[in-house]
């Protein structure tokens, strides 16, 4: 059973920072894409980032480049998000995803993924 657990989340102040953790298990994790995506009340899903063992690339929505990091350790089947400079608009619930097999980032971004987590509340205060 594929299962994706995510944590880190909390409440910070505008221009602070916060690492989410991804654990996955049932899934080989040298075979996959995982994302974030993030929602917050009243706006539409947005795909916040990407790591795929396709092309080992990542994808970063323009509104995060430079600020937010996406990595993975296969050994802990953990891919993390690290958030820095963080702003009030960044306040939404993150949830991660994964596709399985070789897929680029665009596939799971446009929301083709397999598995999603139930999601961690990121909660930044001006």
């Known amino acids: 059973e594929v299962q994706l657990v995510e944590s880190g989340g909390g409440l910070v102040q505008a221009g602070g920072s916060l690492r989410l953790s991804c654990a996955a298990s049932?899934?080989?994790?040298?075979?996959?894409?995982v994302g974030w995506f993030r929602q917050a009340p009243g706006k539409e899903r947005e795909g916040v980032s990407c790591i795929t063992s396709y092309d080992t690339s990542t994808y970063y929505v323009d509104s995060v480049k430079g600020r937010f990091t996406i990595s993975s350790d296969n050994a802990k089947n953990t891919v993390y998000l690290q958030m820095n400079t963080l702003k009030t608009e960044d306040t939404a619930l993150y949830y991660c995803?994964?596709?399985?097999?070789?897929?680029?980032?665009?596939?799971?971004?446009?929301?083709?993924?397999?598995?999603r987590g139930q999601g961690t509340q990121v909660t930044v205060s001006s």
């Open positions: 995803a994964a596709a399985l097999g070789h897929l680029p980032c665009a596939v799971l971004v446009g929301g083709g993924y397999d598995y």
């Open positions: 049932g899934f080989a994790f040298d075979d996959y894409a």
